[in-house]
């Protein structure tokens, strides 16, 4: 595994078992949240944000965090290894939303300038959070299915089935820092 596509609601836990990937397995890690925005929450170009995914994805081995399905599935199942799914309960993701948000600590997979604040805009992301296995998940399977069905895909339901995949992983001799 080289190149590991990890798909989930927001607050899944994606970015952190992505960083635990890439420590593990000395992997870089991509965010695509960080690539897509701009300071202040601005969407880029379309073709901007591509131009970013595929660069980023251009490397031999990468684990790569977020959903992003209409606009980089192309760029990223074919080259992935396997893809893992967060199954994680909507309650769970919804309450970790909130929950990082009103820490309002810098993240790493945050773009830079873009700095989470409880306004409409985060209760309509709130909305998006507890509608996800219903509304958005079913599109994004869609999407992988029709771009990527021969590709591995294993399902991953709480941290004790993460902390199993991730102790059933050979780690690297040059453990990577991040």
């Known amino acids: 595994m080289q190149r590991i596509v990890i798909l989930g609601n927001a607050g899944s836990g994606k970015s952190t078992l ?13 965010h695509l949240d960080t690539l897509f925005w701009e300071p202040g929450w601005v969407e880029p170009d379309a073709e901007q944000f591509r131009e970013r995914v ?11 965090e ?11 199942l074919p080259r992935a290894d396997l ?9 769970t993701c919804f309450t970790r939303v909130i929950t990082r948000s009103l820490m ?3 993240r790493p997979d945050l773009a830079a300038g ?6 409409r805009a985060f209760l309509t992301f709130l909305n998006f959070v507890w509608n996800f296995d219903r509304g958005y998940r079913p599109g994004i399977e869609a999407v992988r299915l029709a ?3 021969q590709i591995p895909t294993l399902h991953l339901r709480g941290p004790r089935q993460i902390a199993a995949f991730l ?9 990577c820092l991040e």
């Open 83 to 91: 893809i893992i799914w967060l199954d994680t309960p909507r309650l």
């Open 18 to 30: 992505a960083r635990a990937l890439g420590k593990r397995r000395n992997l870089p890690v991509v």
């Open 54 to 64: 595929r660069a980023a994805v251009a490397p031999a081995a990468w684990v790569c």
């Open 147 to 149: 771009i990527g069905p």
């Open 114 to 119: 873009c700095t989470e604040k409880l306004d």
């Open 167 to 175: 102790d059933s992983l050979p780690a690297t001799p040059e453990a």
């Open 66 to 76: 977020g959903n992003y399905a209409r606009r980089t599935f192309d760029l990223r």
């Open 104 to 106: 309002n600590r810098p």
